[in-house]
């Protein structure tokens, strides 16, 4: 059965126990008969409200403590937005750096046709380029640059002004003094 808001409000440790016109008991409320309004007669006092007891020095400082909690955090949260706008800021300046200093030097060719697998990430790429691109690309006279997404093949050189500018582009740089990791040549074609 449901309870009146009443009752849950009386559950919870709101409200009065009894409304106001219960206050008083039914018979009391008959026998006493209601004063009539005489101008010479004061009105009734209203109830004075007992005044709120003075705020210890304890709960002063818990809430000072607190105050001070919120602006430290909000400070706090104002830097770390401006140390992150200021990479965002860093990070487009050096995209548009790579791009300008890669505009044109891109060496696929449109007709390429043999594959050249590498690792990137968690995966294993390929781009495609043509046999003298793939022995010049396993000497290390080329090498592949990202960007924008996209696996471009450049000059050594350039690939090495793309390392400086933002060292994660650099995808692809063979070593030909490098010690083999293992016995499979890099030309190999799967």
């Known amino acids: 059965m449901s ?6 409000l009386l559950k919870a ?11 008083q008991p039914a018979a009391s409320r008959q026998s006493s008969p209601r004063p009539r309004h005489n101008s010479s007669a004061q009105p009734p006092s209203k109830a004075a409200h007992p005044p ?16 001070q909690r919120a602006q430290v955090e909000r400070a706090e949260r104002e830097r770390a937005q401006r140390e992150a706008e200021r990479i965002a800021r860093e990070n487009k ?14 060496l ?22 043509t046999k ?11 090498a592949v640059v990202q960007l924008a997404g996209r696996y471009l093949l450049v000059e ?9 500018i933002q060292a994660e582009s650099l995808v692809l740089l ?7 990791e293992d016995d499979v040549p890099a030309d190999l074609m799967w």
């Open 93 to 106: 300046q050096r995209k548009q750096k790579l791009a300008a200093l890669l505009a044109g030097k891109g």
């Open 52 to 67: 709120k007891p003075a705020k210890t020095t304890q709960e002063v400082d818990l809430a000072r403590a607190y105050a």
């Open 13 to 23: 440790g709101l409200g009065n126990k009894k409304p106001k016109d219960e206050a």
């Open 132 to 142: 003298e691109q793939l022995e010049k690309l396993n000497r290390g006279d080329l």
């Open 156 to 164: 050594r050189d350039i690939a090495v002004q793309a390392q400086a």
């Open 108 to 129: 696929n060719a449109p007709d390429a046709d043999v594959p050249r697998h590498f690792p990137h990430g968690n995966k294993i790429r390929r781009v495609y380029c």
């Open 174 to 180: 063979c070593d030909p003094n490098a010690p083999t």
């Open 3 to 8: 309870e009146s808001l009443r009752d849950q």
